[in-house]
């Protein structure tokens, strides 16, 4: 395949964006390349600039879930863009959404949507804080909840200890409010918590974690973590950002039964428009401006286009469940023929799937946090990621990704997936 106008397209970005690019996972820096342009979709098809048709295992980072250019998406989103694109006053679109999101998500009575996955973190976080009159919160190594300032610290010198800032500009004195425990490992977590007696406002987790690869609780994990923070008056939230309609209408807490204080989305939610939303019981939602001191506001928040593309991805999940059943059997399909390839061809590897989500580890043992995730050889990883481009199956290009199937792809797709995988590794 050729990607002669992508290069040149990525040049001219290069000097206007930095990087080329407005977010840097879109860029190859861990793959090698130049990024493909897009552009257009439809269904699980990516059309590029080279007019290059790709198989799609991204789905626009998680929302595109039914595919992309979903009909009654792209319907709601003309007709209520012809009324106007944005007030800064309230529409009903907004109740319609929150009722259906309510009516979706277990252990909700009310939610507030803002324009990102970030800007949903960071609020949760406040509100927690504010909730509970305390300062400080647990956030697990290699779970990411957006690009806010208290997310982006690494672990400090020792494992009980603080936290330090992972990107220039990110204050110590932000850092030192950010604990850092392992994903999986519960001793961590018992360790922040004595060694901060009274000082934990919240832990924030991805209940099944999606941005170092797909990684699953084990052990009771989250029961576990619900039973700390009972006892030591922490909130729990659930960034389900990546999870929220995508495992399960009401998201991990439905697929784990379990509750948590504060759930956090995006992603599906807007149906491939910027939305994110915050949500939880009205003992604590209440607390959020303006009924409440905790401030927090947006000037798109709850934008009429976003909120009718949401409405419309929503009503879609609600109506017919037996999408995450066919999307279940998709990814079972696609990991039990990977996995026949890889073995056939001695690759070294671990595959972990739930749901639409799966993740291809070339690592021996199991990946269950950060540490097992990084011990992956990343030559194969980047070998496999252009052998797979190369014959039309777009990945993630990082190591660190799950993939997120969609229900536009069908089990040829998956079988040309399946094969390119072969055919790569068959090469060497
Ligand atoms: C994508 C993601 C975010 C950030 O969402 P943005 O819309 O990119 O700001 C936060 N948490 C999780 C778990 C995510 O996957």
Redesign the pocket.
Known sequence: MLYQRSSALFKEAEKVIPGGVN?PVRAFNAVGGTPVFVKEAKGAYLFDEDQNKLIDYIAS??PMILGHAFDPVVEAIINKAKQGTSFGMPTEIETKIAELTIKMVPNIDKIRFVN??????MSAVRLARGYTKKEKIIKFAG?????SDSFLIQAGSGAVTFGTPNSPGVTQGTAKDTLLAKFNDLESVKALINANKDEIACIII?PVA??MGCILPQNNFLHELRTLCDANNILLVF?E??TGFRLAKGGVQELYNIKADIV?F??VIGGGL?V?AFAAKNEIMNYLAPNGPVYQAGTLSGNPLAMAAGYAMLSELDANPEIYTELEQKTEYLHKGLSKVLNKHNVEHTINRIGSMISVHFAKDSVIDFDTAAKGNNQTFKDFFHGMLDQGIYIAPSAFESWFLNNALSYKDLDETISACDHHFSKK
Do not use: I, L
């Not at 990102?116 to 973190?121: P, Q």
């Open positions: 977010s980072w998680g990102s996955g970030t800007e949903a973190c779970c990411y909840h957006g690009h991805e999606g941005n960034d950002v990546m956090c995006g992603k910027p994110g």
